[in-house]
């Protein structure tokens, strides 16, 4: 067994050598006051800082940008306004149409206070009420045009149906003016920096456009806001629902502790010294310059996850030997020496795992990744040092020292293989005829999520902002925005570069036309805007909308005048640059897929020395470039994480058997995680990338512990099914007792309003339970095949490779 002889644990602090132990044992456990005091002043002033962590998040830092696609829009992004982060505001007339003097008056005040809001791009906000919004059109003194809001407008009847004839010439309905006629539109594009090079601060923008809403709503018209920046802070705004939530699966947690021990002291002090994580994270993140934005809003209850599961191994540990009649300093320090370096080698794969999504060139990855490796670097101290230290002051109660003392007696009666309950049952995994099924069903559920697994969308698959409910404010404003207006909020760009002065071209101008016509014919695309189209529309207005004319003709100098009366949203200044826009039903995976497939197989084949058709700008751009860093990323974040694991696990264990045996169960539950993904009809994206890796982090703890007693025993030449006995006692206990506290815990996330977190919470549930079994069930199946015992020596060996 792996407890030490009976004289080692009666013996008192009087008689234990205080010089014995590691180094590290002794530096820490002689100078124990020294140790609290500066983890009280480090949690002090961590805790302050933590007060200074800000909740925000930047669009650019959503985006990958060292992709091409992106890094051309970037490097045109002067010449593409609009065309990057933005909102759109629908204001909408309940009573009828927008040719309303008290609506027009209306939308304008709301305009006027749009246009003053710090971060927006005022010379490409566009609305009725703007002056980039105009018509074009034929009259008896030729092609005209000027503001959609006529001269002299004062609301009267004249007024009004001058306007209507504007909008109807200025090709903007469907786009700023709704098909309906009831509601238009306020383009809002957005900057990344203010007029005083701070960074936009997403949560104050996302409320001042709330109060807006409130406000103007009382005025007799509806407000419905679409954009990055109020996706973001409606989920912000939803932190307060989220911590009810954090706090219920902190409850459980603590709960189902302490039905463990019927100790109120050690489960306080476990859970206080998981929580002490998270304050020196919080309080780290703002003394490095990073805020907490709403992906790595999870981490810190992660942190506290992984916390409370390396906290009650050290606890039940200490609770063990106390019930033996050891002194709770000796008791303290025994179970620092046989599970510091089990923890430590756990974290560190943790850490490892988390800082290969550094690996991700999407910024917010990037920060999340740092966030968790800052948590469990924490751990380390608060929960490895710092735990066993203030137990070695505190110990735990009489009554769960007895409960602990019956239940090691109950153990040494049945000689180390309990014959009823749990232990004997979950036993038997490391016998053939229990061990063989086990495997096979295994390896059957592991092709079968496989297949499954393959169905694994990147990216959005539903309209809207997934991370919401789809009762939610944002996505009703998102269905309000496609029912009426023929131009979504969901915006693909391509770029055609050409030479200084050549973008009118006819050449260019045709193939322009040309893959504007190959792009509409695709499904999920409702309408484009470009030059080319322009033109053909121009050239009909002049012909009495005579439709035969609705062509482009080689006639460079009615090409070169439409084009100097074209909108500038259409080509750059120096004409070296077309923008073709097109308009989306939707932003979900295929469609961008395959546009981008079309655009891509157009430009292969009609590029020229001049001419270059280049990808990709516009909300839809962008998006489509994240999918595919997504998904070149997602195989390679797990090859990385696995790969890390592996090492530090053959570090530990030296052996390859031992090391497959602690993976194997780790890699089924990442494929039924992918499987589960499928049928929740959940895609991946920025938001879920990390979840994969992050369950392997805290999956592997649970076959660290295990496993680490196990090769203790079966080197001292106990079988494979006595030695799981042993790890089942000592640390498989409290591997089934964390399972399930944290499966628990975070499925009540299932019920948060925010579907971001019930999303996170049903995957993270499944990890952590999946993570569990296998450890328990599993792990002891593959033992029986790969960790042999050779009876002439009496002592395992390993076989060699």
Known sequence: MIAKPASAFDAGT?????????????????????????????????????????????????????????ANWLARQGDLKGLGNAIRIAVANPNGEIY?????????????????????????????????????????????????????????????????????????????????????????????????????????LSDRL???????????????????????????????????????????????????????????????????????????????????????????????????????????????????????????????????LAGLTAL?????????????????????????????????????????ILLSYTGVSPRAAARALKAEQAFARAGGDERSGLFHALARFTQRRWALPTVLVSVALAVGGYAVSR??????????????????????????????????????AVMIETPDGACADYDTLMRVDGLEWQLLQLPGVESTQSLARLNRLVLTGLNEGHPKWFELIPNQKMLNMVTGNAPRELYNDNCSLLTLIVFLQDHKAATLSALVDEVEGFAAANDTKGVKFLLAAGSSGVEAATNIVVRAAWYRMLLLVYGAVIVLAFITFRSWRAVVVAVLPLMLTSVLAEALMVALGMGVKVATLPVIALGVGIGVDYALYILSVMLVELRKGGSIGES????????????????????????????????????????????????????????????????????RTGAPVMAAA
């Open 100 to 204: 309303d003097a008290a609506y027009l008056e209306t939308l304008r005040k709301l305009n006027d206070e749009v246009f003053l809001i710090p971060g927006v791009d005022r010379a490409a906000m566009k609305s009725l009420w703007t002056p980039n919004m105009r018509w074009t059109g034929v009259t008896e003194e030729g092609l005209e045009g000027g503001p959609v809001i006529p001269d002299g407008y004062d609301g009267s009847a004249k007024s009004l149906q001058d306007l209507r004839t504007n909008v109807q010439r200025s090709g903007e309905i469907g786009q700023i003016v709704a098909l309906d006629g009831c509601s238009s539109v306020i383009f809002v594009p957005l900057l990344a920096r203010d007029a005083q090079g701070r960074a936009l601060d997403v949560v104050a």
């Open 455 to 492: 169905h694994l969308a990147i990216g959005d698959l539903d309209p809207g902002a997934p991370e919401l409910r789809a009762d939610s404010r944002y996505n009703r404003d998102v269905g309000f925005v496609n029912a009426h207006y023929g131009a979504s909020s969901d915006v693909f």
């Open 14 to 70: 009087a008689d234990f050598d205080r010089k014995s132990g590691s180094i590290v044992e002794r530096a820490l456990f002689n100078h124990r006051a020294i140790v609290l005091l500066l983890c009280a002043i480090v949690t002090v002033l961590l805790g302050l800082q933590a007060t200074k962590l800000r909740l925000n998040a930047s669009f650019e830092k959503t985006i990958p940008q060292h992709h091409p696609y992106i």
């Open 210 to 340: 709330d109060a807006l809403r409130a406000a103007y709503e009382g005025k007799g018209v509806t407000v419905h806001i679409t954009g990055f920046t109020k996706i973001v802070g409606d989920l912000i705004a939803g932190l307060r629902q989220m911590l009810v939530f954090f706090a219920a699966a902190i409850a459980i947690a603590a709960t189902m502790v302490f039905a463990y021990t019927r100790c109120i002291r050690s489960t306080l002090l476990v859970v206080a010294a998981s929580l002490t994580a998270v304050v020196w994270q919080l309080g780290l993140l703002p003394t490095l310059g990073y805020a907490l934005d709403p992906y790595s809003m999870l981490v810190p209850f992660l942190v506290f996850a992984i916390g409370m599961s390396h906290g009650a191994q050290k606890m039940n540990g200490i609770m063990q030997d106390i019930g033996r009649g050891t002194d709770k300093l000796v008791a303290a320090r025994f179970t620092f020496r046989r599970l510091f």
């Open 724 to 791: 799981y006995c042993v790890a089942l006692h000592f640390t498989g206990r409290v591997v089934l007792l964390t399972g399930l506290t944290l499966s628990v815990g975070v499925a009540t996330w299932v019920f948060s309003p925010i579907k971001f977190q019930a999303d996170m919470g049903v995957l993270l549930a499944f990890m952590f339970l999946w993570n569990m079994l296998g450890a328990l069930l599993l792990l002891p199946a593959l033992a029986h095949f790969l960790l042999a015992r050779s009876r």
């Open 348 to 388: 560190m794969a943790d850490a490892v795992g988390f800082a290969v999504l550094l690996a991700i060139d999407i910024r917010v990855i990037q920060e999340l990744a740092i966030a968790a490796s800052i948590g469990v670097a924490a751990l380390v101290f608060t929960n490895l040092i710092m735990l066993p």
